[in-house]
């Protein structure tokens, strides 16, 4: 196997998830937790109890919190922290990344203060001259099911062919099928803004409605997050695929989703703080729904599902009446985006 060395940045689920795969490949990996107890007693046991729990470590794998020395020569860091915490961590170790270090980011969310995406993040804080070396990740990967290898597809999109052609080969395995596409804003909008929606499929969900009704909440949330997204530059095919409709489905549909669990929370009558105390790991779609609604408002968009949504997480709306509301807006024809020779209207 290659000599290449990886470092994660955040020891969750999925950044471990991550370094599983890869060292099952053979690759050396450090991961990085900021907790130096927590790594110390998961790089002994050679398991984290508290995410993976069950699952063992490679023995390429290691783990630390001196983030310093697991950097040093590594030739791909992937940040696996979520958004909220991105800007923080590359300024306060920015001088450990250096020209021709690929920088893979695995978050989906969007930074509330700024309106943007992990990749804008990284280049804002490391410098225009890393945009090549930038690569995001998205798709229906639910990381319980990726680790123990049940077959799972996703996307690696960036800036430079090449690089998205590294991180593919990298990563892809007899269970993991990677795909490249040059379109960041499409697939990291997607992987951000389904989370809304999974949240409001665990309301629907927790309420008892249905399938008729979810379908129905799927199918015109993907139509808003088209909607937000063409107006973002985005290629409206991109939401059709693995970073849209294929990670909404698995997050609108699982009782692994994070986000679906949430809606399932406040359907019960918990508050945001409860909800956000009954979780191990963070949520995005939480605050995605805030930066969602506001780049709606900057752009003109409508989004009434994440509208919606906002009010039942941050205004305690009635999850019910919110479900009556959406039901109850003018009628209006389905498709805004149709192919004419090729040309999306």
């Given at each position: 196997?290659?000599?290449?060395?990886?470092?994660?940045?955040?020891?969750?689920?999925?950044?471990?998830?991550?370094?599983?795969?890869?060292?099952?490949?053979?690759?050396?990996?450090?991961?990085?937790?900021?907790?130096?107890?927590?790594?110390?007693?998961?790089?002994?046991?050679?398991?984290?109890?508290?995410?993976?729990?069950?699952?063992?470590?490679?023995?390429?794998?290691?783990?630390?919190?001196?983030?310093?020395?697991?950097?040093?020569?590594?030739?791909?860091?992937?940040?696996?922290?979520?958004v909220p915490a991105i800007r923080q961590t590359l300024e306060a170790h920015r001088t450990l990344f250096h020209p021709g270090m690929l920088v893979l980011s695995l978050a989906k969310g969007i930074e509330y203060e700024t309106g943007h995406r992990a990749s804008?993040?990284?280049?804002?804080?490391?410098?225009?001259?890393?945009?090549?070396?930038?690569?995001?990740?998205?798709?229906?990967?639910?990381?319980?099911?990726?680790?123990r290898e049940s077959p799972a597809s996703a996307v690696v999109a960036g800036a430079c062919e090449a690089a998205c052609r590294q991180i593919q080969q990298d990563l892809a395995t007899p269970f993991f099928r990677l795909y490249t596409s040059q379109d960041v804003v499409g697939v990291e909008l997607g992987g951000a803004l389904k989370n809304i929606i999974a949240i409001a499929c665990g309301i629907v969900d927790e309420l008892g409605l249905g399938c008729n009704t979810r379908a129905a909440l799927m199918t015109r949330g993907l139509a808003e997050i088209t909607r937000l997204g063409v107006a973002m530059k985005a290629d409206p095919l991109t939401f059709v695929g693995l970073s849209g409709m294929g990670d909404l489905v698995a997050t609108c549909t699982s009782e692994l989703s994070r986000n679906h669990s949430v809606g399932r929370f406040v359907a019960r009558g918990l508050s945001l703080e409860e909800a956000r105390g009954r979780m191990r790991m963070v949520a995005e779609g939480i605050n995605t729904t805030r930066s969602a609604l506001k780049l709606a408002g900057s752009t003109g968009v409508p989004m009434p599902i994440t509208e919606e949504v906002h009010a039942v997480l941050f205004e305690k709306k009635d999850p019910r009446q919110a479900i009556r509301d959406l039901m109850l807006r003018e009628l209006k024809r389905e498709n805004e985006y149709s192919t004419k020779g090729g040309q999306v209207q």
């Open positions: 196997m290659a000599s290449r060395e990886f470092v994660i940045l955040g020891a969750g689920n999925w950044g471990l998830t991550m370094a599983c795969l890869l060292g099952r490949k053979g690759f050396s990996v450090r991961v990085w937790d900021h907790k130096m107890e927590r790594a110390l007693t998961t790089e002994l046991e050679r398991e984290s109890r508290e995410y993976l729990p069950g699952t063992k470590l490679p023995i390429t794998v290691g783990v630390g919190s001196d983030l310093s020395t697991l950097m040093a020569g590594v030739a791909t860091a992937i940040l696996a922290v979520p804008e993040i990284i280049e804002e804080v490391l410098g225009a001259s890393l945009r090549d070396s930038i690569v995001v990740l998205s798709g229906p990967n639910l990381a319980p099911e990726v680790v």
